[in-house]
């Protein structure tokens, strides 16, 4: 009777070890143990990476605490190079470039388990395609293609899967940098806020190009007017690689990557007339500027430089007429190429691609300066950081 005992107390031993194994997996596969944990200070934090070293392996997600800047671990979707992401405005969906593939991914987005279900793949026809964006409908995802000097759209559909491409819109030009801008190379492309036009900014040619958008689209009608293209000048090689616009909606920030200058124009209706030009570099010729920002108070405008004294420059915005004063520089880990503020200002997470880490900072509100928090996230190569409500 005892072995018998004793036998059946180390059965239900074994099989409870077992249920709690199976427990522990359960909770790592899905992620419900963390996401129920979730308070109101609580984002999904996604980050696309350069995967072709051995390390990174495509999309991460995060759990990420606004308050504290803590994050945890969520889950991770394969991809090839998605360094750049869309979401769309449902956040239902999450759109990536793959530069090597010269194409772009869908991805389904749950948001109870924090995972990413990938779910097609259309090439831009364009190559290095850089920077991704979704219209205000969710119907239209553009691309910048760098390589290809082009912009690539298609039209989503309802289950958020992308139809093969519809427009490509190639460009000519060059610009007054033999090295760098020997044709056009598209570097980024936006809606604007009220979703009335797009616009891109081609690197190689030294122009912000604005194009009418279509409101409504029906299968396979363009979401631009191509008729309507009008360019607008930046200073000669300047190099403009993103841009920002300003949540009171008067004013339109452009980051010259070659020249390490912010241009700051009064925007009205579309319309964009040059301001101020302030550079943000703090090594004249180092031509890495990377990413601008700017707090969603419309208080501070931040701008990341690479290559040399990598960091981000720290500016104040005139409320009056929106021109900048330079107030701080935060270094950063090397190659500082993207960086986000969260919705609620308070923090400023930086993807420092060479040391293989996002670092956290908190934004003073007052004086717009960073401070390091120290609670780095670990993850190689991050060079595209988005947020999305939990």
Excluded: W
Excluded at 171 to 184: T, W
Excluded at 337 to 343: D, E, M
Excluded at 365 to 377: F, K, V
């Amino acid at each position: 009777m005892k072995l018998q005992i004793t036998f059946l107390a180390a059965l239900a031993f074994f099989m409870g070890a077992c249920s709690n194994q199976q427990t522990k997996k359960e909770n790592m596969d899905t992620g419900n143990k963390t996401i129920a944990s979730a308070t109101e200070n609580d984002v999904f934090l996604l980050v696309g990476t350069y995967t072709s070293d051995e390390g990174s392996q495509g999309i991460y997600v995060y759990k990420l605490d606004t308050e504290t800047g803590k994050a945890d671990s969520l889950s991770m979707a394969e991809a090839v190079n998605p360094s750049y992401l869309a979401i769309s405005p449902d956040e239902k969906f999450i759109y990536s470039v793959s530069e090597s593939d010269e194409a772009a991914n869908a991805f389904e987005f749950d948001k109870k388990t924090g995972r990413l279900e990938r779910l097609n793949l259309s090439h831009t026809e364009g190559s290095g395609p850089c920077y991704i964006e979704v219209d205000r409908a969710g119907k239209t995802v553009a691309t910048a293609n760098y390589g290809g000097g082009s912009i690539s759209l298609f039209q989503t559909k309802d289950n958020g899967e992308l139809y093969p491409v519809n427009v490509v819109i190639n460009f000519e030009g060059s610009g007054p940098d033999e090295e760098r801008q020997d044709s056009p190379h598209l570097h980024s492309v936006r809606f604007s806020p009220d979703g009335r036009f797009l616009f891109a900014s081609d690197l190689g040619t030294d122009k912000i190009y604005r194009f009418d958008a279509i409101g409504s689209v029906f299968e396979g009608q363009p979401a631009i007017s191509r008729g309507s293209l009008k360019e607008f000048s930046t200073p000669a090689g300047a190099g403009p690689r993103h841009f920002d616009f300003h949540p009171g909606g008067k004013y339109f920030y452009v980051l010259g990557e070659l020249s390490g200058d912010v241009i700051v124009y009064d925007y009205d209706e579309g319309d964009l007339k040059e301001k101020q030009v302030i550079a943000t570099d703090s090594i004249e010729g180092s031509r890495g500027s990377a990413d601008i920002h700017v707090s969603p108070d419309g208080k501070f405008l931040y701008a990341s430089n690479r290559l040399q004294a990598d960091g981000v420059a720290i500016f104040s915005i005139n409320e009056e007429d929106g021109t900048l004063t330079k107030v701080g520089y935060q270094p950063t880990g090397r190659h500082p190429r993207n960086f986000v503020i969260s919705p609620n200002g308070k923090l400023l997470l930086v993807a420092s691609r060479d040391d293989n880490k996002i670092q956290v900072f908190t934004i003073d509100n007052e004086t717009g300066l960073l401070a390091d928090t120290g609670n780095d996230i670990p993850v190689d190569k991050p060079v595209c950081l988005k947020f999305a409500a939990m």
